[in-house]
């Protein structure tokens, strides 16, 4: 009896240490998902386009506007870069 409870005792404690190790063991490396200028311009014109060609609301007249492809970056506290900030132009406004 007293063997059965030793056992029982050190397979729950086995299952106990199993679990907190779990999450250490598969936790995985931070990867770099930064985004180039270059390539969130795509995303904003291609947004852009998407949104005149839907007719959204507040996109009626922009018709013939386009993205200026020299975005504002934008950093966080930490010197990170957080995101970037594109301007639209129509007719130079």
């Known amino acids: ?6 056992t029982i005792s050190l397979l729950l404690l086995a299952m106990l240490v199993g679990m907190a ?3 250490a063991v598969s936790a995985q490396e931070e990867k770099n998902y ?3 200028a270059k390539e969130a311009f795509k995303h904003a014109n291609a947004n852009m386009i998407s949104f ?7 996109f009626e007249n922009w018709t013939g506007a386009s993205v200026d492809p ?13 995101f970037y900030q594109f301007s639209v132009y129509k007719e130079k406004n």
């Open 1 to 6: 009896m007293i063997k059965n409870k030793i």
């Open 21 to 23: 190790l779990t999450p």
């Open 34 to 36: 930064s985004v180039t």
């Open 52 to 58: 005149i060609a839907a007719d959204a609301p507040g």
């Open 70 to 82: 020299k975005p504002l970056e934008l950093y966080d506290i930490n010197g990170q870069k957080l």
